[in-house]
């Protein structure tokens, strides 16, 4: 057991393949340079507390005892549930958390909050977790046991940082590439999401086996294994050609907003290879390929009202 430390866990953004996670295919994926700290202290009272610093939410609870559901933190209160009886303590433990990833604009705040969770106990408890074990745990903490409509990609990516192509199935498995660098630009619409609504949206069309949304989900299951290849010959054009053709797959599922649409539109006009939105839809972040213009992609991607990021890739 380790009485104090803290470490980091990075957010990620998705390359290709948003939301075909939701079939079990495979997405690229890559975890990016923003980071999320979490700090572990051994205590001597027998109880148990979570703190954000984000949010100001404080939760205590007695060792032994199942923390409340309905709270922000409730990610870490189904994880302990999982882990309490592995967790070999009588004195008690407090755990806190600050980030730099902003909430809610989908760069994986939930999946980052939960493998961070899990590598604290990893390594506070001596646990012996591996880094599949933590995705893992980290995937059924949200899909089943919370109830989010969401693949295995965020927790994945997360939890093996660098860029990764990930099986998503109920084999999943990770690849890791052996990707250096990618420039590539990410815009923030600033819009209020409305994700929620676009997956439970899709789903259902899922379910009813609607045939223009199975058929956009195979055309961008196809994109994602041309895009591995591209990224692994450093094929720019190819990759953003790519993007071009999932984007146009968002346009048929109806995930993408009008201000995403234009932001996409404003980093190709600044010289982007190639762009597309991130995530469920209904706002959030897009994503451009642009070697040698990252700045100016930046700059218009600000120009047409979004917030603009250079990120670089995170490796552990």
């Known amino acids: 057991m380790t009485d104090t430390f803290s470490l980091e866990v990075p957010g990620r953004i998705c390359i290709l393949g948003d939301k075909v996670d939701l079939l079990g295919k495979p997405v690229i994926a890559m975890a990016i340079n923003l980071m999320m700290r979490m700090n572990y202290r051994a205590t001597s009272d027998g109880t148990v507390e979570f703190y954000s610093h984000d949010t100001k939410e404080r939760v205590t609870f007695k060792l032994g005892e199942s923390p409340p559901l309905n709270i922000d933190l409730n990610y870490w209160s189904v994880l302990y549930n999982r882990l309490k009886d592995k967790i070999n303590t009588n004195k008690g433990f407090y755990m806190d958390v ?16 939960s493998v961070g969770f899990l590598r604290i106990l990893n390594q506070a408890f001596d646990l012996n977790l591996q880094r599949s074990d933590i995705a893992e745990l980290a995937y059924l903490g949200e899909n089943h046991d919370l109830g989010i409509q969401c693949g295995r990609m965020d927790q994945y990516s997360i939890a093996y940082g660098g860029v990764t192509f990930i099986h998503t199935d109920e084999n999943p498995r990770v690849e890791m590439l052996d990707i250096k660098e990618l420039p590539i630009v990410v815009g923030d619409s600033m819009e209020e999401r409305k994700a929620a609504s676009v997956l439970n949206r899709i789903k259902k069309q899922i379910k009813e086996k609607d045939q223009s949304t199975l058929n956009a989900f195979k055309v961008v299951e196809e ?37 995403i649409l234009r932001l996409c539109e404003s980093a190709k006009g600044a010289g982007a290879l190639g762009a597309k939105q991130m995530g469920a839809g209904g706002g959030g972040c897009m994503l451009a390929i642009c070697p040698g213009k990252q700045e100016q992609v930046a700059q218009a991607i600000e120009n047409a009202g979004g917030r603009a990021w250079i990120f670089s890739i995170y490796n552990y």
Do not use: H
Not at 98 to 113: F, M, R
Not at 252 to 259: E, G, N, P, Q, R
């Open 98 to 113: 600050e980030s730099d990833i902003p909430i809610g604009c989908g760069l994986s705040t939930s999946a980052a909050v």
């Open 223 to 259: 994109c994602v294994y041309r895009g591995k290849e591209a990224l692994l010959k450093s094929d720019f054009k190819k990759l953003g050609e790519l993007m071009n053709t999932q984007q146009e797959q968002e346009i048929i599922l109806k995930a993408a907003t009008s201000k």
